[in-house]
């Protein structure tokens, strides 16, 4: 069933860098073979021979049952692959947040490939905040909040002298949003390669790019969503896809998977999150993707 209003899902820890995150297996239902450890839900044998991370938002998130990262282990273990899958995603999170849980928690897990699957959160600045791309406006929230109720927390400098004045988010930067997708994607990228494994991006389909046949009900959602907007939802979507499509096309470990519903209907359950059948195909193309580019 489609709906304009995506129900929230719980992501209850506080997380000191990436501003939240999930705190234990009451955030999620874990199916058969599944285990959540520090916040990071895995499927399959931790020494299998194929070790996929996962990094993303919602669209690749445990919180929902027919989320891709689940869909894959269990065609890739079909074939006969031996396969444990790190779902590293969170709701909420673009490729800033990835990139500091790709430094922070991927790396430990020293998994045999990386695959991110992103381009929705980074479109608009509604997950960083504004010109301090690398922190959450969430972050922002609780850290300012310390600082005026210190005196309730009891909490004074680092050397337990003084009043805390403030909060220091770093330098500010400022820059076209298509530019800082790409950066983190290549510094994803720079950092896989150091660690002598494949990194793939994957830049995600979403309603309002590309030639997917949208119903009345999906195109009343989306002229919503532009109202909401003032008028720059759209706008601001297509011109961060068009770059970032563009972006796609030079670099041959960034997938454009925008018109992989081209000519279809019925494949999402809201603007931006997919059904059951999307989240199922969108597997299949990821699949055959990971089966041409990288040697197990």
């Known amino acids: 069933m489609f ?3 995506p129900a929230p899902v719980p992501v209850s820890a506080l997380d000191p860098h990436t501003g939240f995150g999930y705190f234990d297996e009451k955030d999620v239902e874990l199916q058969q073979e599944e285990r959540m450890t520090d916040g990071i839900v895995s499927i399959g044998p931790m020494d299998a021979d194929m070790r996929i991370a996962v990094l993303g938002g919602s669209t690749s998130a445990p919180s929902f049952a027919d989320n891709w990262p689940r869909k894959l282990y269990h065609l890739l273990k079909k074939n006969g692959r031996s396969v444990c899958i790190y779902n590293c995603a969170v709701p909420g999170y673009s490729s800033h947040q990835e990139l500091i849980k790709l430094i922070r928690d991927v790396s430990p897990l020293q998994p045999k490939v990386v695959l991110a699957l992103n381009g929705v959160n980074d479109f608009a600045p509604f997950h960083f905040k504004n010109n301090h791309p690398m922190s959450h ?3 922002s929230f609780v850290c300012e909040t310390i ?3 210190q005196r309730e927390f009891g909490i004074r400098d680092i050397y337990n002298n ?3 004045r403030g909060v220091n988010f770093g330098v500010k930067y400022s820059t076209e949003l298509h530019v800082l ?3 983190n994607v290549r510094f994803m990228r720079a950092l896989c390669v150091e660690m002598g494994i494949p990194y793939h991006c994957f830049l995600q389909p979403v309603i309002g790019i590309g030639n997917y046949h949208t119903n009345e009900e999906e195109l009343q959602a989306l002229d919503l969503l532009d109202k909401r907007g003032k008028g720059r939802y759209l706008s601001s979507l297509k ?4 770059h970032a499509i563009q972006y796609a096309k030079e670099l041959d470990y960034v997938h454009d998977l925008t018109s992989i519903f081209d000519g279809m209907e019925q494949k999402y359950k809201d603007v931006r999150h997919l059904n059951e ?3 199922t195909y969108l597997t299949e193309c990821i699949a055959n993707i990971v089966n041409d580019n ?3």
């Open 3 to 5: 709906t304009a209003n």
């Open 137 to 139: 406006p969430y972050q």
């Open 147 to 149: 600082v005026s109720k």
């Open 162 to 164: 003084n009043n805390l």
């Open 181 to 183: 997708w790409l950066r």
């Open 239 to 242: 011109n961060f896809y068009h």
């Open 277 to 279: 059948g999307g989240n």
């Open 294 to 296: 990288i040697a197990f």
